[in-house]
């Protein structure tokens, strides 16, 4: 279906041009999901202009675009971690080697990807063929330094300094900050060398209080990907196999995208007392004794901008959920004729007035009239790739009549209506949360629809076969980590997690690998 | 003169106990700004809990309340930003050492501190002797890179990539990030290894546009210095010898602290076509041919908090100009009976919610209520060294006749004023600006005091000798930069900058050095 305005034909010749090659080519990504997904990605991003990679390797530059969704996720979600308790703060960069050695399980997870700064200084060489001067590295460092791949150490040296009493639990701060882990195969905003996240840090004085903040956490990121992102998950518990290097117990909450792979789109971790032990993260006690803190951390990153991207876009571009659109609203003046064109731009902006004061989610709303001197097809489709949720088009007759034609983003391209301009005014808050909304209830049913039961090895092995799309398996697990990594490994999936609540039980059953009786469920998927 | 609550010893006991050793101690703070200034800076940063020196080297922690002035700080330039055009982006913070070598200048300015990345990952091997496991740098890079000590060259290849026709300029980017400088001397805040700064980078079709970009963000942060952080500068331009490593011109805002050092706070520089040409940021001109853009930067660091603490802190510790304090007002319930506890405490809250639903420069009102289980000395003298601008204390008599107990951060330590409750109220938002206008006055009083014009060289140099607080001279100057590094170097001075407007210039008199005649007025004095 060709995805042509029908209606601008008749004002715009312009339109009419631009919009032929539409006609041809049916959608504005090429190719389509069903076509290619990585690609498909890769083209919505490109067409959204939201980031791209740069010859640093691995990693990426954030367009303002992309950068301006990455600040509203910040701010609603520092006004979160406020909420509950915590404040903010900056730690050092450059991690000391000699810290990452204290915490065994730790520095080995990450030894494999850390970028290390060995020198000061350059200094400048005359190339003997070339004439050219070049950089060497100079100034060798005796203690050598890692860019941060996560902070728990050096975190951990400062609570371990400023720490003496009970009195001064719990400390609960956070950092929103860049890391570094050295990733060789870089996918933009999903899997980076570098990317930017939040990382909070916590200490408790019992055990109690600090599975209790892990919790707290991994409650505050399911809310936030289901009523800001839109995007639905599953929250559980990671396996031993699969537990941040260092954690006692990791949450997780996963989402599932269009080719329906797993996202870990956000962790809590209970660090129980291997940081504290391992630091000396110690106080004195009610008893006057010392004893060791129990810490937690957890975060999130960039990586959930890939998140939302594959949850929601479709074949004509980004589909971004009004919580997070850098425009909420984009107004097009249709100005065919000289005469009335004032008149329009001013009714326009006037409009605009009207929305931007007032405020969805406690944040004015995010509008934009698209005075550019540039065809109306041409700014329509830029909208529709950036995933504008409401588009609105104000012309002649509009003005004439009081009326605006209105697009939303979550219906097809073409489809459009005409309403009173007072009723859009005054109804917008209400559209951009039914917006929200139809973008969460088309997730939770896509993501209810591929999520199966599976108590069959055959039948397991067959929906994980070859490279396609595979729903995520339910299934009944009692194997070892070794036993675990060998099937994870021989299908490229893993274990996403043991769902939190009634998902992750059940009546007694055979572990769908081993056969040994168990109670416990958990969730197999291909991931990215 | 004792800074004893007068009124605390009527009413509670613990009071008086707790403030016996202020008698004896007379301040807050030791050693005071007169006796040591530089130990004193170091001692009201950790009165107030700002931040503290890491174990790793030259780097910084900025604790909660010292980040929390740095997000203040943020939010109100980062609407700056805005309101001038331009939107935030991010980019990778590793530089490869080869686009550094493309600008000559540019690399030779900052080749002596940058922290180089040779390695990506590390290697576990066992020490013969102590048997202990250690991690050594492995994977060796065949392309180097440096931690971004600024990003002109890394934008400057985005820009390239961006650009192809004038229609796409002016770009106007900003980004807020860590850089790193291997800086030998390092001081808290003001001269970090690791510092946290914005830089905006801008490219344009011509070089009348570029310019007048530079002077329009010289006048972003001149006005922000003066009107958020209440420190008023000097503008002007730097001389040959102090610009940016390949700038055509540099343009900075001067700040005097209160021992008369300047301190650089806030720079924009106009690039001319040098990184252009170096990076290729070329694009199709009107005429069709191609062209290279005229580019510009522009930053401020952390330093600013730095600059805020010596420019307005006294001998009891901090002193916050309410426009980015953490807290704006305190209010410490006083509750030395049990049976009026509860009611008093109810009120604290219902005046602190009466405060906090009014905004000042449109941020609500920050405020706290003291609820801690601790007695009132310790948290009178506690939000004393935070700075916090307005203490108001509320206990039984206060309850009875409605009125409250103010004391300002700007007024002597023992004064303070019985005002009705609801005056109180209504008055904060002007109570808060004539704080914020008083300390700005100060300042202006204690700069202009302090600058003098001289053009007689023994003078000079007796008001630059030994290691004292020194006036700021202005000076007619036509030396050439190896005269200006000479008479800098022996005197360990510097020029500020040629002051914008009359300042910088005069009738014509010999130059302080060379006797040259020359219209010419330059500042020089010590800073850090």
């Not at 997870?109 to 100079?138: Q, S, Y």
């Not at 009723?423 to 209400?430: D, L, Q």
């Not at 049913?445 to 999520?451: A, C, G, K, V």
């Not at 397991?460 to 060998?486: R, S």
């Amino acid at each position: 279906m060709p995805r042509t305005d029908i209606r601008s034909f008749n004002i715009d010749f312009f339109t009419i041009i631009t919009n032929i090659p539409d006609m041809a080519q049916q959608n504005a990504i090429s190719p389509t999901r069903a076509e290619n997904f990585p690609e498909w990605y890769q083209q919505v991003i490109k067409a959204a202009d939201m980031a791209e990679n740069s010859e640093v390797r691995g990693c990426m530059v954030i367009k303002p675009w992309g950068y301006a969704i990455w600040e509203l996720i910040q701010q609603q979600m520092d006004a979160e971690f406020k909420r509950t308790g915590h404040t903010n703060a900056y730690f050092p960069m450059l991690i000391p080697v000699s810290y990452l050695e204290k915490e065994a399980e730790h520095a080995e997870g990450f030894a494999t990807e850390c970028a290390v700064v060995t020198h000061h200084r350059l200094e400048a060489v005359k190339d003997p063929e070339t004439g050219k001067t070049r950089m060497i590295p100079a100034g060798e460092l005796t203690d050598k330094y890692v860019i941060r791949p996560t902070s728990e150490t050096v975190i951990g040296a400062a609570f371990s300094r400023w720490l003496e009493s009970y009195r001064e639990l719990p400390i609960k701060v956070n950092q929103w900050c860049n890391v570094m882990r050295w990733e060789m195969r870089p996918r933009i905003f999903l899997r980076t060398a570098e990317f930017l996240w939040q990382e909070g840090h916590t200490a408790h004085e019992t055990r109690e209080e600090a599975e209790e903040e892990t919790a707290v956490m991994h409650k505050v990121y399911e809310d936030f990907q289901r009523d800001v992102l839109a995007v639905p998950s599953i929250p559980g518990e990671k396996t031993e196999h699969e537990r941040f290097p260092g954690a006692v117990r990791t949450f997780t909450v996963e989402a599932m995208v269009q080719d329906r792979k797993a996202i870990q789109a956000g962790t809590s971790h209970f660090l129980g007392q291997n940081f504290a032990k391992a630091q000396n993260i110690s106080f004195a006690g009610r008893n006057n004794e010392r004893q060791y803190a129990w810490t937690t951390s957890w975060g999130v990153s960039t990586r959930m901008i890939g998140t939302l991207i594959m949850a929601h876009s479709d074949d004509d571009g980004l589909v971004c959920p009004p919580r997070v659109a850098p425009r909420q609203v984009v107004i097009i003046p249709v100005t065919p004729k000289a005469d009335s064109r004032e008149a329009i731009l001013a009714h326009c902006e006037e409009l605009a007035a009207r929305l931007s004061a007032q405020s969805f989610h406690g944040l004015p709303i995010r509008v934009q009239v698209d005075t550019r001197d540039i065809n109306g097809g041409m700014k329509k489709w830029e909208w529709i790739k950036k995933g504008v949720p409401v588009r609105v088009e104000i012309g002649p007759r509009d003005l004439e009549k009081g009326s605006v034609c209105v697009c939303r983003r979550d219906k097809a391209t073409n489809e459009k209506s005409f309403i009173a301009e007072s009723e859009f005014a005054e109804g917008i808050v209400s559209l951009l949360q039914e917006i929200q909304d139809s973008l969460l209830q088309r997730q939770l049913n896509f993501r209810d629809s591929h999520i199966r039961p599976c108590d069959n090895l055959e039948a397991f092995k067959a929906n994980f076969a070859g490279e396609g799309d595979a729903d995520w398996l339910l299934c009944p697990w009692d194997g070892t980590p070794e036993e675990e990594e060998e099937l994870a490994k021989s299908l490229r999936i893993s274990i996403r997690c043991i769902p939190h609540g009634e998902m992750g039980t059940g009546p007694e059953a055979p572990c769908i690998l081993t056969g040994r009786p168990t109670t416990r469920r958990v969730l197999w998927a291909r991931s990215y």
